[in-house]
């Protein structure tokens, strides 16, 4: 272990240390860790879902299953994923997940592994109460004992901009995206006020779906010639960021063939004549009796103008309203170059980062250029 990472395992120790003895009930708590395909995953997820449900009732959400865990780890290793979680007298109270990150630095060959960590929850009971802090910090020093460079969190935010100077644990402020293909259900679903569902049905009339690609475009979904040109296109447009995001060669294969859980896998390249122009990936995201998309990326040659860009995405909603969506979610860090026409504003994101050891390139600035979807 390098010296930072030793004097910031020493800091987190010192931290545990406290919080038990400022919280003397977790005694009684027995803490686990392990990778995400060793993990009871079923009993887990059902404390996020609890969990969620106290604090957000019947409003759409992302669909935290083992499916959903087990997609988010293919073609990474084994070791490359950890859940923490607590149990009292045998059943789990709380949990933690962190989901595997890579990243590619110049002149190494070793991609660097980092974690994307969500699903923090506890049940109703120790609410409150410490296990929250506790989670934190034995999930960041399993972490940091796994070898994981630095945790990335995303935190919903009121505020509009980082102001004064950017700090590495709330460095970008996101904004989580919306458009809806069946307008009269995302209006029903939003939950809001008469105005709002009113300007959701505006805004899709202005910004419709299954318009039809720009001339000499095509689309292809989840076919191998779409998996390898995903794959290729990705590499190509980010070739200058340097750090760079590494996503494995079999994740993309995987997301094409999956679906379980209600959740399917969407990998869409769009061609202009013979050769690649954008790809757009994401997953069907399961609710009550309907679903959404999910999108993870959508990345465009810079070439690509931007009213053609959003083209594409109207023409892949018609694809998306076969398999019963009824409108697509998208963190505003998910598009390259930049986010083209037909989006509403949903809330806002502050993305930050736990460093665990000392990075020189993991500064603000680069988190704030990275490509990166929403858990």
Known sequence: MAVGSYAAKQRCERHLQHLERANPHLRRINWFSAPVCDAPLDRLCG????????????????AYGPALFRLARAGYPEENGIISWAEEDGSPCGVIVGLP???????SKENVPATLTTGLSCSAEWEGRGMVEMLMARHAVTLMERGHSFSIHWRATETQSVSGTARLSRARITRLLGRAIRPSVAARRAGSGFWARLGIRLHAAWYPSGKPLPPSWSMEINSSSAV???????????????PRRHYPAGYFHTLSKFTAEGIQGVVA?????????????GCINPTAGDAFFLLDGMVFHPEAPAHWRWRALSFLDGYLKEKNVFATLAPESAFFPDVPPGWLCLKRYAVGAIPFEPVSWLTPEWLSGIPLELR
């Open 47 to 62: 404390v996020i879902r609890d969990a969620w449900t106290r604090a957000y009732g019947d409003r759409i959400r992302i």
């Open 228 to 242: 390898f040109n995903a794959s290729r296109l990705i590499r190509t447009c980010f070739t200058r960021q340097t």
């Open 269 to 281: 390249v769009f061609r202009e004549g013979a050769e690649p122009a954008g790809v757009i990936w």
């Open 101 to 107: 990150l890579q990243f590619e630095t110049e002149g």
